[in-house]
């Protein structure tokens, strides 16, 4: 069975500093798909990056960037000159590649932005 | 283009009554999901239907939990009877194909209280 874990449940960065979420999948599938979803405290999930497992090259968009290492089944979330508005819950998620694609959720990370 | 839309955003009931949540999916989607999310259980599947038919439902809690989607714009989650443990928010998502390497769009949620 897929499972995704986000071992930091809070995480915190200055204004404008880098941070790295964490997260770890595990599935014994070689095509699968990985997403970060934010949700901010109006509770939409909207979708920040996705990474194809196929693809070896780093998804980036914009000031949020991953880091896909495939063999050691992780997947973090690396979010650049970080604003008050990044301040979310940051959920990462599997999909497999075959079949119906459901999403298997991590239990999220709280970010804090301190200005 | 509008995103996928809920309704209602906000409802309260007492337990034992009947609960109806709505979906419309993004114009276009042929999948549509319904997720769970509570803070003991996170972000949890419920549903799943491609072309109007329901493909997965293997997360439908229990008997007392009915989905359907009589039409490719129009889906419901029912609850009958609704319990206190029912209390979550509960997300529509639509998808192009419902792939893997489709990404899912959220629709805002429902927030469920039942007292």
């Known amino acids: 069975a897929q499972t995704v874990t986000q071992s930091q449940p809070e995480m915190s960065v200055q204004e404008a500093e880098t941070v790295t979420l964490s997260c770890t999948y595990d599935t014994s599938e070689s095509d699968y798909y990985l997403f970060w979803y934010k949700q901010p405290p109006s509770r939409q999930m909207i979708l920040v990056i996705r990474?194809?497992?196929?693809?070896?090259q780093n998804a980036t968009e914009n000031r949020f960037s991953v880091n896909f290492q495939k063999a050691a089944k992780s997947f973090s979330l690396k979010i650049s000159d970080s604003q008050l508005g990044d301040a979310a819950m940051y959920f990462c998620?599997?999909?497999?590649?075959?079949?119906?694609?459901?999403?298997?959720f991590g239990t999220g990370t709280r970010l804090t932005v301190i200005p | 283009d509008a995103g996928v839309i809920q309704s209602p955003r906000h409802e309260v009931t007492e337990m034992g009554q009947e609960v109806t949540l709505r979906c419309k999916p993004i114009?276009?989607?042929?999948?549509l999901f319904w997720y769970r999310q509570t803070m003991m259980r996170g972000l949890e599947l419920l549903i799943y239907f491609n072309n109007n038919v329901p493909i997965d439902d293997s997360g439908m809690p229990e008997d007392r939990f009915s989905a359907k989607m009589p039409n490719a714009s129009f889906s419901t989650l029912k609850i009958q009877p609704s319990e206190p443990r029912d209390s979550a928010v509960y997300f529509c998502?639509?998808?192009?194909f419902g792939r893997g390497t489709d990404t899912q769009y959220f629709g805002p949620g429902t927030r469920l209280t039942v007292l």
């Open positions: 998502a639509s998808s192009l």
């Open positions: 114009s276009g989607h042929n999948s």
């Open positions: 990474q194809e497992a196929y693809k070896q």
């Open positions: 998620a599997y999909s497999p590649g075959t079949g119906a694609n459901n999403l298997f």
